[in-house]
């Protein structure tokens, strides 16, 4: 599931697939962001990869939701992690976009463009204070004025490291880094130590990567691209020597979360971002891992973790409004995100939820100890990603940054033609 796009991709995101009349879309309000009236009626509801894991969950959601509105019927629809940008997208151009749509902000950003998404600032507002400010202010899109979908569930998680590998390279198992001076250096030494044969990070840097390290990713007004400047140059920089001195991982170039935690599973990488899921995985797989596992905070240079978060929009053309909002609605509110988060290692996006002794005791064990740092860290997280950074940008830096450390441009040249290539993506979004 896709729970972190790391780990929201294990744990990084809901309606779907069917005709509009199916699912009741293409109505006469067509643009009207009136949500009142009786809660009746079918829609359609589609989530991201959730079925598998949370299939009981949902269908007593539904039910309980519909003995609530007598009248209702909610028809559940998931789709599988890959390929879920470009089935919203052709859902999105052949009008066969579902009622309700588990989103991120990244796809909502288009749909809002393109008025398939419901201003809920308009829509409803009334339900605004129930949220975390930043949540609530994630499905923002810049140059627009609105929300255009109820925050769901949010993440972050630690740095997992290899207190053995530290040891066996000199370093201290109990001191990892804490800047990225340290991280930089201790790379270093880690890789000169075991030959190369252990790198210390498995991936190649992200736009999240370039915002914690302090990055400006756009400009003020959110027009253009800004990732170009001193800063980023010097981050990319340092990730050329990391890969020269295979202290990055040499498969970072077509690494995946999945392939670069099974390189940490196996102690071929000695630092991992992750989540308190992946401590029971380690737990299971790697026993020898987890008797030797390290838990230290994200890096950042900015004071502010990196924040995943999913959300449930509104289809605008919706012809059951006050149905699709009602049922939005319910599903991320405090009492069903609560009940989510303690089957999953995720966290509630409404106001005062991380406040719960769920969120804030510790037991000892380090799933909690996990648990209660993350919530802490996320009542001043920041999503990184900006709402506009599409798929295909993130494929074009990916692309530069590559031949950046295959020494085939500079960093400077790979970022300027990163930036050069998202802005025109960025205009052709209109």
Same mark, same amino acid.
């Given at each position: 599931?896709?729970i972190s796009r790391r780990t929201f991709a294990a744990a990084a995101a809901a309606c779907l697939l069917v005709p509009?009349?199916?699912?009741?879309?293409?109505?006469?309000?067509?643009?009207?962001?009136?949500?009142?009236?009786?809660?009746?009626?079918?829609?359609?509801?589609?989530?991201?990869?959730?079925?598998?894991?949370?299939?009981?969950?949902?269908?007593?959601?539904?039910?309980?939701?519909?003995?609530?509105?007598?009248?209702?019927?909610?028809?559940?629809?998931?789709?599988?992690?890959?390929?879920?940008?470009?089935?919203?997208?052709?859902?999105?151009?052949?009008?066969?976009?579902?009622?309700?749509?588990?989103?991120?902000?990244?796809?909502?950003?288009?749909?809002?463009?393109?008025?398939?998404?419901?201003?809920?600032?308009?829509?409803?507002?009334?339900?605004?204070?129930?949220?975390?400010?930043?949540?609530?202010?994630?499905?923002?899109?810049?140059?627009?004025?609105?929300?255009?979908?109820?925050?769901?569930?949010?993440?972050?998680?630690?740095?997992?490291?290899?207190?053995?590998?530290?040891?066996?390279?000199g370093l201290d198992p109990d001191q990892p880094p804490k800047t990225y001076d340290d991280l930089f250096a201790d790379?270093?030494?880690?890789?000169?130590?075991?030959?190369?044969?252990?790198?210390?990070?498995?991936?190649?840097?992200?736009?999240?990567?370039?915002?914690?390290?302090?990055?400006?990713?756009?400009?003020?007004?959110?027009?253009?691209?800004?990732?170009?400047?001193?800063?980023?140059?010097?981050?990319?920089?340092?990730?050329?020597?990391?890969?020269?001195?295979?202290?990055?991982?040499?498969?970072?170039?077509?690494?995946?979360?999945?392939?670069?935690? *099974? +390189?940490?599973?196996?102690? @071929?990488? =000695?630092?991992?971002?992750?989540? #308190?899921?992946?401590?029971?995985? &380690?737990? $299971?797989?790697?026993?020898?891992?987890?008797?030797?596992?390290?838990?230290?905070?994200?890096?950042?240079?900015?004071?502010?973790?990196?924040?995943?978060?999913?959300?449930?929009?509104?289809?605008?053309?919706?012809? *059951? +409004?006050?149905?699709?909002? @009602?049922? =939005?609605?319910?599903?991320?509110? #405090?009492?069903?995100?609560?009940? &989510?988060? $303690?089957?999953?290692?995720?966290?509630?996006?409404?106001?005062?939820?991380?406040?719960?002794?769920?969120?804030?005791?510790?037991?000892?064990?380090?799933?909690?100890?996990?648990?209660?740092?993350?919530?802490?860290?996320? +009542?001043?997280?920041?999503?990184?990603?900006?709402?506009?950074?599409?798929?295909?940008?993130?494929?074009?830096?990916?692309?530069?940054?590559?031949?950046?450390?295959?020494?085939?441009?500079?960093?400077?040249?790979?970022?300027?033609?990163?930036?050069?290539?998202?802005?025109?993506?960025?205009?052709?979004?209109?």
């Open positions: 599931m896709p509009l009349s199916a699912c009741g879309s293409g109505s006469d309000d067509t643009g009207s962001s009136d949500a009142s009236g009786k809660v009746e009626g079918d829609i359609t509801f589609q989530t991201w990869n959730l079925r598998a894991n949370f299939k009981d969950y949902f269908e007593g959601l539904i039910t309980d939701f519909e003995k609530k509105y007598p009248g209702t019927k909610v028809k559940w629809i998931d789709q599988p992690a890959e390929g879920y940008a470009d089935k919203i997208s052709a859902d999105a151009a052949g009008g066969t976009l579902p009622d309700v749509v588990n989103v991120s902000p990244d796809l909502v950003a288009p749909l809002a463009k393109a008025g398939l998404a419901l201003d809920l600032d308009k829509a409803a507002g009334q339900y605004r204070k129930e949220y975390l400010d930043g949540a609530w202010a994630s499905h923002r899109i810049p140059g627009m004025t609105g929300t255009y979908a109820f925050p769901w569930y949010l993440n972050t998680g630690p740095l997992f490291y290899n207190k053995s590998l530290f040891e066996e390279a790379a270093l030494e880690l890789a000169q130590k075991s030959d190369g044969k252990v790198a210390t990070l498995a991936n190649v840097p992200t736009i999240e990567d370039f915002g914690r390290y302090g990055v400006p990713l756009m400009n003020d007004q959110g027009t253009a691209f800004a990732f170009n400047d001193s800063k980023g140059v010097e981050l990319l920089t340092k990730y050329k020597e990391l890969y020269d001195a295979k202290a990055l991982d040499p498969q970072a170039l077509t690494a995946t979360p999945e392939s670069s935690g *099974k +390189k940490f599973l196996t102690g @071929a990488v =000695a630092m991992n971002p992750g989540s #308190a899921l992946d401590l029971g995985n &380690f737990k $299971k797989q790697a026993p020898n891992l987890y008797k030797n596992i390290g838990i230290t905070d994200q890096i950042t240079s900015t004071g502010h973790v990196n924040m995943y978060v999913m959300g449930v929009m509104v289809n605008a053309q919706t012809k *059951k +409004k006050a149905a699709s909002v @009602a049922f =939005a609605h319910y599903v991320t509110d #405090a009492e069903h995100q609560m009940s &989510f988060a $303690k089957k999953v290692a995720i966290f509630p996006s409404t106001a005062g939820s991380l406040d719960d002794p769920y969120f804030t005791k510790e037991d000892g064990t380090d799933e909690t100890r996990v648990r209660v740092a993350a919530a802490k860290s996320l +009542k001043n997280a920041v999503n990184y990603t900006p709402v506009l950074f599409s798929e295909q940008m993130k494929t074009a830096l990916r692309n530069e940054v590559a031949k950046a450390l295959q020494g085939k441009e500079s960093p400077k040249d790979a970022l300027d033609n990163a930036v050069k290539a998202c802005d025109t993506l960025l205009q052709q979004q209109g």
